[in-house]
Nanobody, 128 residues
Framework: QVQLVESGGGLVQAGGSMRLSCAAS????????VGWFRQAPGKEQEFVAA????????YYANSVKDRFTISRDNAKSTVYLQMNKMKPEDTAVYYC?????????????????????WGQGTLVTVSS
């Protein structure tokens, strides 16, 4: 069964750091552009960051630029989201998504139904 699995969520204080991982089961992520999205309680899902398959291009939402870093380790078929200087408004369920046919910047404007694969999400809570 092909699936994406997120891990690394939990509780962190404002100003702290956390690293999320997105790993693939039953497939390799190496040929995919991978992105992170998040959905806060009562809000719509929003794009966070994306990285293309060769790690030659990344794209970030303005709200996380200079605080979050997306990276990938193709040897481990894993994509990471390093989150620093976290704020309470970063609290959300974070999802990773993967698609072979879009760029990192294009992923920022696509909806859930437009992307090929999604994980189940991991909850991140930032306390004030």
């Amino acid at each position: 069964q092909v699936q994406l699995v997120e891990s690394g969520g939990g509780l962190v204080q404002a100003g702290g750091s956390m690293r999320l991982s997105c790993a693939a089961s039953g497939m390799t992520l190496n040929d995919y552009t991978v992105g992170w999205f998040r959905q806060a309680p009562g809000k719509e899902q929003e794009f966070v960051a994306a990285i293309n398959w060769g790690a030659t291009g990344t794209y970030y939402a303005n709200s996380v630029k200079d605080r979050f870093t997306i990276s990938r380790d193709n040897a481990k078929s894993t994509v990471y989201l390093q989150m620093n200087k976290m704020k309470p408004e970063d609290t959300a369920v974070y999802y990773c998504a993967a698609d072979k046919h879009v760029s990192a910047s294009a992923m920022a404007v696509l909806t859930r139904s437009s992307l090929d694969k999604w994980g189940q999400g991991t909850l991140v809570t930032v306390s004030s």
